[in-house]
């Protein structure tokens, strides 16, 4: 087990709650995919993982201690002031890495997302998928149990789309657990092993692609997008 | 609804916002230990200055005086008092938007009557005392600085709205030259300068109410103004930190930053402390506004320490070495509140000597600057020497006293 999620409320206060009755667990490997319409809950649920929310009733269990989390936000954030390289600098710091193996995790990411000729460079001028890559690369340098990512496929270009789920799969491969956020319901069926659906800041099917399509319950159900539909309008 | 209604109504919306602002941000604290002292030591000062007891003012000439009340001059900002949604409805009433531009102006011109009859009475007793100008020169001479101040606030605005940035700047510059160059004139022509300001202010009057106003511009200009007060003050809040306008705009910056180009790393070591050590130096010599800021204040300081007279200058020297304090507290808050350190699960690090280092750094070269001008204003060169290691240890307090006082939990 990666992480434990119970919460009972969370959102501006107590008398403002925006999520509640969340409770789910990701496993080593597992690729969890946070689905639901705009306004569902999403986005607090996540802040409520990273203890970003300004009020929470629940716990957020870590299997380890020493377990550390990345989040890829939907929305790029930087240091304006400082180049990409300070960036990585920066984050292999607060780890308390090596400079030879910050360079050796990051070289090849670079090359990848071919960022190599801009590391000298300030963030603040690159193009949103630029700035994304930038987050990508920072998460995997860091190589934590658990990635959050919130909308990944917003700013990418295919190719590097491809390499961010190729390199997501090794991750995976290697034991770390992956929640993702995301509309692209075709997407996420595609490679999600597990689905959280929200509607209305409440989980209202979970489990696996075959749990969720018994849970939509019609025999002309035959993909997420279909289901999820029946199960909005049952809500 | 008229014309005065509407204005009416958006006046007090104004006034309530900036009500809130100042509940939000001012205190009896604020009173206690900043305005009342204040109010205090400037009353002292004042009835000081009508009775010649300080002797600077002797060795000030009357060109740097026009100099500083040009400079007044520039300042201020005045509103259009037009909402974004106004462009759905109110917009196409161009009746009532004419009647609401007019009231504007008529209030602008109001405000601007009460801030340069302040300021005038505020520096009357150099003019009159020092300078030895009679109450009718000098009365004719703060007319002529209203109605300059009035053409000033039009033009300005309407340079903002309907040039380029570099041409407005330019057109500002020379509009203040030419008042530079009135004002002195003045001193032996009053009644001729005061029939050019006259004309001067009917004519801005007459371009900005012949020219139909731009819509969104306005809006922009309002929120910027806005904006910027709003954060100059909210900047003494721990969460907030410094103003946002403080930050360069995206076309202002170019690809590399002018410092440390090559992303040199200042310390070897890999350590959270080292990395929030290099993340504040690196940050804060990259935004140069803030080191425009940091100069302005000591370079200001200094002329402080030295205009004042014997005991206010170590008054003001205490309350400057405390305002770099607070720079550096602002700054920090504002550094670690970044959502960029929210991307990761880090270690929890103990910061507390990290933020010391940081405002003690910062500290130092005002302090270092305000003890040698009070050191030898007050000792001659004895002072150059004793006063600056009284000045370290006053930061070190004053440094260790504020990192107490920052957010260093991250």
């Excluded at chain 1, 929310?53 to 929305?75: H, K, L």
């Excluded at chain 2, 009746?95 to 009357?124: E, P, W």
Aim: aromatic content about 14%; glycine content about 4%.
């Amino acid at each position: 087990m990666v992480i434990d999620i119970n919460i009972n409320q969370a959102g501006y206060g107590k008398d403002e709650p925006i999520i509640q009755n969340i409770n789910f667990s990701i496993k080593e490997g597992e690729l969890v995919g946070l689905l639901g319409p705009n306004g569902a809950g999403k986005s607090t649920t996540i802040k409520s993982i990273l203890e970003t929310i300004d009020y929470m009733d629940g716990s957020v269990q870590f299997w380890d201690d020493s377990m550390r989390y990345a989040y890829i936000p939907e929305q790029p954030v930087y240091y304006d002031e400082l180049t990409l390289w300070e960036h990585i600098q920066f984050t292999a710091s607060m780890c308390e890495m090596s400079e030879e193996k910050m360079k050796d995790r990051v070289q090849p990411l670079l090359e990848i997302f071919r960022l190599n000729k801009v590391i000298h460079e300030l963030p603040v001028t690159f193009s949103k998928g630029m700035q994304q890559k930038l987050m990508i690369i920072l998460a995997f340098l860091i190589k934590p149990n658990l990635y959050i990512i919130d909308e990944p496929f917003i700013g990418l270009d295919p190719k590097a789309m491809k390499d961010f789920l190729r390199l997501l799969e090794h991750e995976r491969a290697n034991g770390a657990g992956v929640l993702m956020s995301t509309h692209m319901l075709d997407t996420a069926e595609r490679i999600c092993d597990h689905f959280i659906l929200m509607s209305e800041g409440e989980v209202i099917a979970q489990g696996t692609l075959e749990n969720i399509l018994k849970a939509a319950g019609s025999n002309n159900v035959v993909s997420l997008l279909d289901s999820f539909e029946i199960l909005m309008e049952r809500t | 609804m008229t014309g005065f209604e509407l204005f009416k109504k958006r006046l007090q919306h104004h006034y309530r916002f900036y009500n809130r602002l100042r509940h939000t941000t001012v205190d009896w604290t604020v009173w206690v230990y900043i305005f009342i002292p204040f109010f205090i030591v400037g009353a002292s000062f004042y009835i000081d200055l009508w009775l010649k007891v300080p002797i600077w003012p002797e060795n000030v000439s009357a060109e740097f005086m026009l100099m500083v009340v040009v400079f007044l001059m520039y300042l201020g900002s005045h509103y259009a008092f037009l909402f974004n949604a106004d462009v759905l409805y109110l917009w196409q009433k161009i009746d009532l938007i004419n009647a609401l531009n007019r009231y504007r102006i008529g209030y602008m011109a109001l405000i601007t009557f009460v801030k340069t009859s302040l300021f005038m009475i505020l520096v009357s007793p150099i003019f009159i005392q020092y300078f030895n100008w009679d109450a009718l020169t000098y009365l004719k001479f703060s007319i002529l600085v209203y109605i300059l101040s009035t053409a000033k606030e039009l033009l300005k605005r309407e340079a903002k709205i309907r040039l380029s940035k570099w041409t407005y700047r330019f057109s500002i510059l020379l509009l203040m030259i030419v008042y530079f160059l009135m004002l002195l004139k003045s001193v032996t022509n009053d009644w001729a300068m005061l029939m050019v300001s006259i004309v001067i202010l009917v004519s801005s009057m007459v371009i900005v109410l012949s020219k139909p106003q731009k819509f969104y511009q306005e809006i922009e200009i309002d929120t910027e103004q806005r904006n910027q007060f709003t954060q100059l003050i909210l900047m003494q809040s721990a969460h907030i930190g410094a103003p946002e306008w403080m930050t360069q705009s995206n076309n202002q910056v170019s690809n590399r930053p002018w410092i440390f180009r090559n992303s040199q790393k200042l310390y070897s070591t890999y350590t959270p402390q080292f990395a929030y050590q290099e993340l504040m130096i690196k940050t804060l010599l990259r935004r140069k506004k803030w080191v425009l800021l940091y100069l302005q204040f000591t370079f200001g300081g200094v002329a402080l320490i030295v205009l004042f007279p014997s005991w206010y200058k170590v008054l003001i020297y205490l309350i400057l070495l405390f305002f770099i304090g607070q720079l550096a507290r602002s700054y920090w808050n504002q550094i670690v509140s970044e959502r960029f350190l929210e991307l990761f699960y880090w270690k929890p690090v103990e910061l507390s000597n990290v933020s010391k280092k940081m405002f003690r750094l910062m500290m130092v070269p005002s302090s270092l600057l305000f003890s040698i001008a009070l050191g030898y204003k007050l000792f001659s060169y004895v002072g150059i020497i004793i006063v600056p290691i009284i000045g370290f240890i006053l930061s070190f307090i004053i440094a260790d006293f504020f990192s107490r006082r920052v957010i260093i939990n991250i």
